[in-house]
Nanobody
Framework: QVQLVESGGGLVQPGGSLRLSCAAS????????MGWYRQAPGKQRELVAG???????NYADSVKGRFTISTDNAKNTVYLQMNSLKPEDTAVYYC????????????????WGQGTQVTVSS
């Protein structure tokens, strides 16, 4: 079965960096898009960055110039390089993917990872 497993979260000081990874595993035919969302306490979950299978990225305005999303297609993995971190970046970060699986190759299915905590604090 398909799973998305995030890693790389943790505690970092303002101005520091973290790299989040999300590996998709299972019987996957193709990944159409992957992205990162985050949810802070008391706030709505929001899109941080996304990337299509063609490599076209998009970012929330709040992270443009600081975060970079990338993929390793051979490993079915998406990364989020987070630089110049701010306290307001503190949230649980969730990996998301639209992908296809055998016998349903024409129908993308959406999957979520379990989330990884990112805390930016002095």
């Amino acid at each position: 079965q398909v799973q998305l497993v995030e890693s790389g979260g943790g505690l970092v000081q303002p101005g520091g960096s973290l790299r989040l990874s999300c590996a998709a595993s299972g019987n996957i035919v193709s990944i159409l898009a992957m992205g990162w969302y985050r949810q802070a306490p008391g706030k709505q979950r929001e899109l941080v960055a996304g990337i299509t299978s063609g490599g076209a990225p998009n970012y929330a305005d709040s992270v443009k110039g600081r975060f970079t999303i990338s993929t390793d297609n051979a490993k079915n993995t998406v990364y989020l390089q987070m630089n110049s971190l701010k306290p307001e970046d503190t949230a649980v970060y969730y990996c998301n993917a639209d992908l296809t699986i055998p016998i349903m190759t024409g129908i993308p299915y959406n999957y979520w990872g379990q989330g990884t905590q990112v805390t930016v604090s002095s």
